[in-house]
């Protein structure tokens, strides 16, 4: 017969299996993983918004049509697009560390991304053409921006997880 660390009717050692360690580490909860997915989405979304950006000027610049927006200013939007992405790449990929800046760093983007959203909504609108995609999109980053902001990210990224362990050896 095999030895196991668990037997029938033993609960499972902290931290193990999703079970909350000594101080409360356990899984992301799936809806923060959704709004992770969401966060990475906007991400990919923002590069490609950037490259868009300079791509347009320079067609109307070939073609010796008027410039969407200053060649300069068109640099300064793809650059801050680009900046966006990666500091949304970064709390992404450090939200396993539970650390509370990226609680934040996250409230402060999903804040701007939503409102962008929301403006561009509002923009289709007053442009006689609503977009019911833009609408949805809004719609989710603002459950996300609830999310994160609510009693589910608030207590996930207050908790810390066990400091991590170095085998000796």
């Not at 509370?100 to 561009?120: D, H, P, Q």
């Amino acid at each position: 017969m095999q030895s196991s660390p668990y037997q029938p009717g033993q609960p499972a050692r902290p931290g193990e299996a999703g079970q909350p360690g000594p101080h409360g580490a356990g899984r992301i909860p799936g809806v923060l993983v959704f709004v992770l997915v969401i966060v990475a989405a906007h991400a990919l979304g923002t590069v490609f918004g950037g490259w868009a950006v300079l791509d347009e000027n320079w067609n109307k610049q070939e073609h010796g049509q008027d410039l969407l927006m200053p060649m300069g200013m068109a640099w300064f939007v793809a650059l801050f697009c680009w900046a966006l992405a990666a500091l949304l790449v970064v709390c992404v990929v450090l939200a396993r560390t539970r650390r509370s800046w990226v609680r934040v760093v996250l409230i402060v983007c999903l804040s701007f991304v939503a409102c962008s959203t929301a403006v561009g909504f509002l923009g289709s609108l007053v442009a006689g053409a609503p977009s019911l995609a833009v609408f949805v999109i809004a719609g989710i980053d603002a459950a996300a921006l609830w999310t994160v902001c609510g009693e589910t990210g608030r207590h996930y990224f207050s908790v810390r997880g066990p400091a991590p362990t170095t085998a000796h050896g």
